[in-house]
């Protein structure tokens, strides 16, 4: 398949992508919440558990998986991406090295990871990888972000971007604006309008393909300390159709969220209110981790004995967001098993 044809591929109808791409820091942070020891037994359990559960290919197009686990084998000895493979199911790999402090700009990250990136996509491909994610993080405060952290994250994003598809890579282009703050949905407006315009400037620059990409960025809400509280779906869609149709080329097949933090049902329910109001320009779709797994890795507790319960979990929030991506989610299906 080319470039574009995978991009497409990643955003059909019903479908979304699992982001099952924690770093060893965050799995272990998630697997602590579930009093579970962080191995790499488990992390192969769990992962597997996830990745075989029946059905789920209806509504997952693709998984973004980490380094470890591109490399990870099965119970039966298949590996985890041939498993995905045999389902439909696209593999993909986180390939940024994750955040550090920017050299004087305070409270602001850079992503790393060009070094040598163009190897190890190399190897990622050998091993099944098509497409391929990195995360840049913006958070807001009173003074930030400051163009330069914009500037310099743009420019890393557009590079990836360049080195994925020189390597027959589609890159996800992952500009996450933090839902950390006590903002208002009007400041994430004016952030993430400024973030989409500062990177598609640096993907136009370095002759960034947009129609074999795709863009994973944070849907316009309130910050999650602002006095207001969470704003409706239907503010939520609003805000965020109107942010992109001002800074999105339509040559992008496909904008997939991430869940950032919000709760499972909301950022169903926001996606869900997006697809409604279509047609629009691009497909909407989802990028879920945490709204994609958290009821999964509740029920899951680390134990091989709660798997089928695990599956059901993850089962459901697959089918309920491939309902959202098409605009026929309804509050009401949440109560069904
Ligand atoms: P969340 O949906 O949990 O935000 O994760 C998506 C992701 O891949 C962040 O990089």
């Not at 942070?29 to 009093?35: A, H, P, Y």
């Not at 290919?57 to 591109?70: K, R, Y």
């Not at 991406?81 to 593999?91: K, N, Q, R, Y």
């Not at 047609?279 to 029920?299: D, I, K, V």
């Amino acid at each position: 398949m080319s470039l574009r044809e995978v991009a497409r591929a990643l955003v059909a109808p019903g479908k979304g992508i699992l982001a099952a791409d924690e770093s060893s820091g965050t799995i272990k942070k998630r697997f602590d919440s579930i009093g579970c020891e962080s191995t790499e037994d488990r992390r192969r359990a769990y992962r597997e558990m996830l990745f075989t559960t029946p059905g789920a290919a209806a509504n997952v197009s693709g998984v973004i998986l980490f380094d470890e686990t591109i490399r990870q084998a099965a119970s039966d000895g298949r590996t985890l991406v041939a498993i995905l493979e045999s389902e439909g199911v696209i593999p993909g790999i986180k390939v940024d090295k994750g955040a550090v402090p920017l050299h004087n700009a305070p409270g602001e990250l850079i992503t790393e990871g060009l070094d040598g990136l163009g190897a190890r996509l190399a190897e990622y491909r050998a091993l099944g990888a098509k497409f391929a994610k990195w995360r840049a993080v913006i958070d807001i405060s009173d003074t930030i972000p400051t163009q330069y952290c914009l500037d310099v994250n743009a420019h890393a994003l557009a590079r990836y971007a360049a080195l994925c598809q020189q390597e027959g890579i589609v890159p996800i282009i992952e500009p996450e604006v933090l839902m950390d703050g006590a903002h208002s949905i009007d400041t994430c407006y004016d952030v993430t309008l400024r973030t989409l315009h500062t990177v598609f400037n640096a993907c136009f620059d370095q002759k960034v393909d947009l129609q074999g990409a795709l863009l994973k960025p944070n849907m316009v809400i309130p910050g999650k300390k602002h006095s207001a509280g969470q704003a409706t779906p239907d503010a939520v869609a609003d805000a965020t159709i109107a942010c992109f149709r001002e800074t999105v080329p339509a040559a992008i097949p496909g904008i997939v969220f991430l869940s950032g933090g919000q709760s499972d049902a909301e950022a169903t329910a926001n996606l869900d209110a997006i697809n409604k109001r279509g047609p629009h320009p691009w497909e909407f779709s989802f990028s879920y981790g945490r709204a994609l797994q958290a009821p999964a890795l509740a029920a899951w507790k680390g134990l091989d004995a709660n798997a089928d319960a695990g599956q059901a979990a993850y089962a459901k929030r697959a089918r309920l967001n491939g309902a959202a991506r098409d605009g026929k989610y309804d509050a009401a299906m949440e109560a069904a098993s």
